[in-house]
């Protein structure tokens, strides 16, 4: 239920409703299996999923069709994926696709079993872990702990008051 609510979050945070209609209205023939709202990279070569390399990723809707797989302006022909894989990360899934170019793309979706399970795109899932740099950890740290006291500040003023 939870991961539910999260994808229909992001994918309204996304505008996801409104480039699907755009896109049944350009591509009405095609038969969607999977779609959402995504952070995505493409690289020249395979490269592990880390944190910080998401920091400046694309936003966008991915869109898996009979055709296509589709974000933004990447347009990644089926018959062109040469691997496809997943793995989980908490209520995310990471897709990874390679194609005949040589390109590579990362995909960070929020769970959703139409992405596995549709017929299309055989997808292998993985136990890959994401990779944090210590710069990151620390700053999550930094972030927690102000919060946190901002909060028990906060508590403790409203009682005084």
Request: positive net charge; glycine residues 4%; proline residues 4%.
């Amino acid at each position: 239920m939870l991961a539910k609510v999260l994808k229909l979050i992001a994918d309204w945070s996304y505008l996801t409703p409104l480039t699907m209609n755009k896109f049944r209205n350009q591509y009405p023939d095609e038969t969607i299996y999977a779609y959402g709202a995504t952070k995505a990279r493409k690289t020249d070569a395979e490269e592990a999923v880390s944190g910080t390399s998401w920091a400046f990723s694309r936003r966008s809707t991915l869109i898996l069709t009979n055709e296509r797989l589709k974000c933004g302006d990447w347009d990644i022909p089926i018959a062109k994926i040469k691997y496809a894989g997943a793995s989980y990360f908490g209520s995310a899934i990471i897709l990874k696709i390679a194609d005949a170019s040589g390109n590579h793309y990362q995909f960070g979706l929020q769970k959703d079993d139409a992405w596995l399970h549709q017929p299309i795109l055989p997808i292998k899932v993985t136990d890959e872990p994401i990779k944090y740099s210590k710069a990151i950890s620390i700053l999550r740290v930094i972030i927690y702990i102000g919060l946190a006291s901002w909060l028990i500040i906060s508590f403790i003023s409203a009682f005084l008051n």
